[in-house]
């Protein structure tokens, strides 16, 4: 096993995190994400249960922290040296009268960090506030400081070599969604096809395996379609019902979103017209996303495709996508909506989904879109189209 990306890859990366630190007068980034943990040096494990960081220094890191058992997969999944992989006593873990992070405290402050000038994560799943506590009780002295989603924000822009992973994530969404077309029939359990979905999903194709995505699969079936993120369950799919699915494929932890709609039987007008107004706002959205464009004005080319077929949306239309872990494979940046002013850059990827959730039935549209220098184009090739069964 070896990192997704080369040595130079990862170097860029911190290049860029290090500008960001010093324009902001940082000497210190504490990284509890997982997936920026693993976007800047590679590091892959299910290890974030319990507590573990990453330490971004100006010149020696970064420093990967967690537990020792661990720390192997810090050895083959990074270029990170010896000195830079740092694996707190075992007996530190879960327990209520001290904290992992009183031992990176000690070796911060014996380590030049004592009154440096220190930016944390402060709104991730991951660093809890115990964590951050112990920090801070360790460095006393220090300066403390949020830099949430600094490195989220690098993150953004994708390079050549992340947009390549990204094809090949596409590519496993495309199987995943077939897979859920072909499976879908009146009286299979709803977690028959979900167990064929994610086998589907990790299986990839003949030339690479998958992941699963940091986004469960998602089925949303009868009075479940109704909802937005309903969990699958044993009862089988009934004739007459519209059926949801919001899948996606998952390379080397880079996310590609997919997500349509089947029927099973004859299609109401209403299923119709409203898949042809859906279709048609797509459209309208992937006109108008291009670099320069501003994340409102998108949302509103949208808006006002909406508008014409008088249906209503009031959730966002899109987010920014790429590297991520359970539970969201959202970048917690970019969201396509009427307020924000983000500026569309070439190379950003957008998960653009279209759910449309009525009174007792719901249906949904999704494609992951590249920007390009002139436009933006689909990363996945799979029809847009009701599939009626």
């Not at 070896?2 to 324009?23: G, K, Q």
């Not at 290890?47 to 100006?58: A, E, R």
């Not at 001290?98 to 220190?118: K, S, V």
């Not at 969990?231 to 004739?239: F, V």
């Amino acid at each position: 096993m070896a990192p997704a990306f080369s040595r130079a890859e990862y170097n860029n990366r911190l290049v860029r995190v290090r500008a960001e630190m010093v324009a902001r007068g940082l000497e210190a980034l504490i990284i509890g994400d997982p997936a920026n943990i693993n976007w800047l040096t590679g590091y892959d494990a299910w290890s974030f249960y319990t507590p573990q960081i990453m330490l971004v220094d100006l010149q020696d890191g970064p420093f990967w922290i967690g537990r020792p058992m661990d720390a192997g997969s810090a050895k083959f999944t990074t270029y990170l040296t010896e000195s830079q992989i740092l694996a707190y006593p075992e007996p530190l873990v879960q327990r209520l009268d001290t904290h992992p992070m009183e031992f990176l405290a000690d070796w911060m402050a014996g380590n030049g960090f004592a009154t440096a000038r220190i930016g944390f994560e402060d709104d991730v799943y991951y660093l809890t506030p115990r964590a951050v506590g112990a920090l801070q009780a360790g460095l006393p002295n220090a300066s403390w400081t949020g830099a949430d989603l600094l490195m989220n924000w690098l993150r953004f822009v994708k390079s050549d070599a992340e947009i390549a992973m990204m094809r090949q994530a596409s590519q496993i969404a495309e199987v995943t969604m077939q897979t859920a077309w072909n499976g879908a029939r009146i009286g299979v359990r709803q977690c028959d096809l979900m167990a064929e979905i994610t086998a589907a999903m990790i299986k990839g194709t003949p030339e690479f395996g998958g992941d699963m995505p940091a986004l469960h699969p998602l089925i949303l079936a009868g009075e479940a379609a109704t909802a937005a993120h309903p969990m699958w369950n044993d009862a089988p799919l009934e004739a007459g019902q519209t059926v949801a699915f919001e899948l996606g494929g998952c390379r080397k932890r880079y996310n590609v979103g997919l997500a349509r709609t089947a029927h099973l039987g004859d299609p109401s007008d209403r299923l119709m017209r409203t898949s042809d107004a859906v279709q048609e706002g797509m459209m309208a959205v992937m006109e108008a996303l291009k670099p320069g464009a501003i994340a409102s004005d998108v949302h509103q080319a949208w808006q006002r495709v909406l508008d014409r077929h008088g249906l209503e949306k009031k959730s966002r239309i899109g987010y920014s996508i790429g590297n991520a872990y359970a539970p969201d494979w959202g970048e917690h940046t970019l969201s396509l909506r009427p307020e924000d002013q983000t500026i569309m850059r070439q190379n950003a990827v957008v998960h653009v989904i279209l759910g449309m959730w009525m009174d007792d039935w719901g249906m949904e549209l999704s494609e992951t879109l590249h920007i390009t220098e002139t436009g933006c184009v689909r990363l996945c090739d799979f029809p847009q189209h009701v599939h009626v069964i």
